[in-house]
């Protein structure tokens, strides 16, 4: 093995440097941040509850619930995986977090895939047909769709395909207490994950089209595709192993930067079709003011984007060798 490749460049010091930076800022956001919600925990639970404290027991409770780790002790506990428990659920917040993880990576990572391949292969064939009908009719539509907020579209497919024809559930990710063979479990994950993830989906699938078609435009102008057509080679060939491929890396750079995006969007299609994930389970820590959950669902999506950024700095220089990483 070379020496040099695993040496430190200054490049490489200085981006391990910024990205730990930024790590421990977010670290001391989350810690911070929460804490300056109105209200509290003990207002939110007996505010409308039929319960009535004493002013003593009153300035106990808050006093128990209100009084914050110092920001040492909070980093021990992160190291050790202890985000402590839930003032509402009585829980371990790591268990209510690893119950709600699963369930936002699958609705995720599945909307990210679909709507990138999606968008990428109608903007290859969309840009090879420029000034077509088909290309004027993809760019009108896509255009009108990027318009429209997910949150407006989850709307209108909660109510024409949940509670107007019933086609889909309104809430939930499967049908409690159901005990079924594994494929039924799997196709009623599928039907109670089909009205979020086509949310996402429509979402995010326009941005992606007018992307790669507009880096398609500018590769299919460029000399070596006038001499791949000169020798005689398949159009689809033309068109993916070479066109295709040079418009990657634009797209590569938006699957990274709208994955970070798509965490926080997805929280808010999350709340809207009742989805158990990590938005749901923000929103109600939100509501109960439950501190806990709050700044480890914010920590933990913090870092996600952070980690994406850095997958794609070092992806980077695989798509494309004439980046230079080491000068």
């Known amino acids: 093995m070379n020496a040099n490749s695993i040496h430190f460049t200054p490049r490489r010091l200085g981006l391990i440097i910024t990205f730990s930076l930024a790590a421990l800022a977010m670290i001391y956001l ?14 939110a639970m007996y505010a409308s509850s039929p319960v009535t404290l004493s002013a003593e027991q009153e300035a106990e409770l808050r006093a128990f619930y209100t009084q914050p780790p110092d920001f040492y002790n909070y980093l021990v506990k992160l190291v ?4 402590g428990y839930s003032y509402a659920f009585l829980t371990p917040v790591s268990a209510l977090f690893l119950e709600a ?4 990576l699958l609705l995720l990572g599945t909307a990210h895939i679909i709507s990138i391949s999606i968008g990428f292969i109608a903007g290859v064939e969309a840009s090879w047909r420029q000034d077509s009908r088909i290309e004027k009719g993809f760019v009108g539509g896509m255009t009108l769709l990027e318009g429209i907020p997910e949150i407006s579209t989850g709307v209108i497919l909660l109510v024409i395909f949940a509670l107007n024809l019933q086609w889909f559930p309104a809430a939930g990710a499967e049908t409690a207490y159901a005990k079924v063979s594994f494929w ?7 039907h109670h994950l089909a009205l979020p993830l086509a949310t996402l989906v429509l979402a995010y699938i326009p941005g992606n089209f ?5 880096s398609m435009i500018m590769v299919i102008k460029a000399p070596f ?12 060939r033309i068109r993916y192993a070479h066109a295709a491929r040079n418009a990657l890396l634009p797209l590569v750079t938006r699957f990274g930067l709208r994955l970070a995006f ?12 009742s989805y158990p994930g990590l938005g749901t389970l923000l929103f109600n820590a939100i509501q109960a003011r439950d501190l806990p959950v709050i700044q480890a669902v914010v920590l933990i999506s913090s870092l996600m984007v952070l980690a994406i950024i850095l997958a794609l700095e070092l992806v980077y220089r695989i798509i494309d060798p004439r980046i230079e990483y080491e000068r």
Request: with cysteine; proline share 7%.
């Open 30 to 43: 989350s810690y911070s941040l929460p804490r300056l919600l109105p209200g509290d925990f003990v207002t």
């Open 262 to 273: 798509m965490i926080t969007g997805v929280l808010v299609v999350e709340r809207i079709h």
């Open 101 to 104: 993880l699963p369930w936002t």
């Open 184 to 190: 039924a479990w799997v196709a009623d994950v599928c």
């Open 225 to 236: 595709i006038t001499t791949a057509r000169a020798k005689g080679l398949p159009s689809r």
């Open 80 to 83: 050790k995986f202890d985000w």
């Open 210 to 214: 007018l992307l790669a078609r507009n």
